[in-house]
């Protein structure tokens, strides 16, 4: 639970746990089954259902929401078994990933063969020079004499096409047939023996590429492989190709911005990308946040929840034909509505729970909302007090009433995200969820119950410290003769 992890870490910090201290979590790294990522997708089992020996994850949640959360807080995902998934596995788990989590690097690999080029974060610049670094398409490595840069080349490219333009301080890298370099730029150090230098075509399909071995003139270390730019300079663009096709797709995707096309898009040209936009420019894959600052009647609500299209139970693998929906929705057609929509996480704010934040989570067969913390904004103020001595609290509230907080209903309100296909239509889905709230008459009804009422105090103070830890107040301390019961301190702090 990447969650949890960094959670627990940050209490650590606060607190003064002397790892936390002395490191920091730099990366999160996510490891996925290309070729059962269709079947876990819509795995309802609970994901303690599938532990394994010595595993000890006790959570809630089903195995498709389990992985829905750990790919949505990495940095990194990999794309593991490749070699065993089918070409339409390996674009379901691309494109399942991408629109998760658009932001995260991705990469294929089988027998999780990586380089620790990929894993590793970069190094901090004032630690110490970097052995490595990477771009878009290529990699490069130092050592105090060699300089090695390999970058990605089309995968039909022969020795032939690859053409080299190298000096004392600079180089390109053009593949023939392409308009503009694969790799350009002016660089840290300086270069001897430009007239013989080693170069290969190595690798298949996607690791195609091209490596080539240059010596530096001094012995040492370089802070950088590019020279640094000086303040008011334009950047310089060191691969040309890459940004001309990041460029294309970009215009592509804003021709077609205002036709409906249900066809899933072709799949990515690059096997990683950090770019924010790359799952809505590539597969069409759209998302919205639906915000609203009135509950939800839990009847309705209720009644939309049983009749979420989710996958059938004799389902066995997730495709994304699954997202396709032939129809407009109609005024409360739910099925047509809902269909495409992958994903869908918040928090939302409902009649029957008035005082609770209700986590919203729904991924593949899974879908659950469940009351979890209070609302700031329901707490008597010995209540707030004894909330923000948690380690970690105090700065979440500080954050929340600064940026969410609007009168008279302080933080409470709906907040889901929705992630889907090219059918997905916002307008729809907020016109279902919208009927599901309180209506003008039933808010005022809402409004004159819930006024000037709170939480029980049992769930406060020692009382709800003993809840917190599993124990029923009403029986804690009551053991056997001679028995000495202990509070583990550790769960406090969860």
């Keep these: 639970e990447p969650d949890a992890i960094k959670r627990h870490w940050d209490i650590g910090v606060e607190v003064g746990m002397p790892a936390t201290l002395m490191t920091e979590i730099k990366r999160t790294i996510a490891v996925v089954d290309s070729s059962l990522f269709g079947n876990d997708w819509i795995d309802s089992r609970k994901a303690t259902a599938r532990n394994e020996e010595g595993s000890q994850h006790s959570g809630l949640e089903t195995v498709g929401q389990l992985l829905a959360e750990q790919v949505e807080r990495a940095d990194l995902v990999l794309m593991n078994k490749t070699d065993l998934a089918t070409e339409e596995e390996l674009k379901t788990t691309e494109e399942v990933l991408q629109a998760l989590n658009p932001d995260a690097e991705l990469i294929r690999c089988t027998y999780g063969k990586v380089s620790p080029i990929e894993l590793l974060p970069e190094i901090p610049h004032g630690l110490k020079y970097p052995e490595f670094g990477k771009g878009r398409n290529f990699r490069w490595a130092q050592n105090p004499h060699v300089l090695q840069i390999r970058v990605k080349v089309p995968a039909s490219a022969k020795s032939k096409d690859i053409n080299f333009d190298i000096g004392r301080t600079w180089l390109q890298i053009w593949v023939k047939?392409?308009?503009?370099?694969?790799?350009q730029g002016k660089l840290f150090g300086r270069l001897k023996g430009i007239e013989e230098w080693l170069w290969e075509l190595d690798g298949e399909g996607d690791d195609r590429h091209v490596a080539v071995f240059l010596e530096k003139t001094e012995e040492g270390m370089w802070e950088d492989l590019w020279e640094k730019q000086r303040p008011g300079q334009p950047l310089t663009e060191h691969e040309p190709a890459?940004?001309?096709?990041?460029?294309?797709?970009?215009?592509?995707?804003?021709?077609?911005?205002?036709?409906?096309?249900?066809?899933?898009?072709?799949?990515?040209?690059?096997?990683?990308?950090?770019?924010?936009?790359?799952?809505?420019?590539?597969?069409?894959?759209?998302?919205?946040?639906?915000?609203?600052?009135?509950?939800?009647?839990?009847?309705?609500?209720?009644?939309?929840?049983?009749?979420?299209?989710l996958p059938k139970r004799n389902k066995k693998t997730f495709s994304l034909t699954d997202l396709e929906s032939s129809t407009e929705a109609e005024a409360f057609d739910i099925r047509a509505a809902f269909k495409p929509i992958l994903r869908s996480k918040g928090f939302c704010w409902v009649d029957s729970e008035p005082f609770r934040v209700n986590e919203w989570s729904h991924a593949g067969r899974s879908l659950s909302v469940l009351p979890e913390d209070w609302w700031w904004s329901v707490l008597k103020p010995d209540q707030l007090n004894f909330q923000i001595c948690y380690p970690g609290a105090k700065g979440n509230f500080e954050r929340i009433r600064r940026d969410k907080w609007q009168e008279p209903w302080g933080d409470r309100r709906q907040e889901i995200v929705f992630i889907g296909g090219p059918c997905m239509r916002e307008r729809d889905v907020t016109r279902i969820l919208d009927d599901c709230l309180l209506s003008d008459s039933e808010l005022d009804l809402f409004r004159q119950s819930t006024m000037d009422t709170h939480p029980p105090d049992t769930y406060f103070g020692i009382e709800g410290l003993l809840r917190q830890m599993g124990e029923d107040p009403e029986t804690f301390g009551r053991g056997n003769a001679g028995d000495e019961d202990t509070i583990d301190v550790s769960p406090l702090a969860e």
Excluded: M
């Excluded at 047939?177 to 790799?183: A, F, K, N, Q």
């Excluded at 946040?289 to 009749?307: C, D, K, W």
């Design 242 to 309: 890459a940004a001309e096709a990041e460029a294309a797709a970009a215009a592509e995707a804003a021709a077609d911005a205002g036709g409906i096309s249900c066809t899933p898009c072709a799949p990515s040209i690059f096997q990683r990308s950090r770019r924010n936009k790359a799952a809505s420019r590539r597969f069409g894959i759209r998302t919205f946040t639906y915000e609203r600052r009135r509950p939800f009647n839990a009847v309705r609500l209720q009644r939309l929840i049983e009749e979420w299209p």
């Design 177 to 183: 047939g392409e308009p503009v370099p694969r790799l």
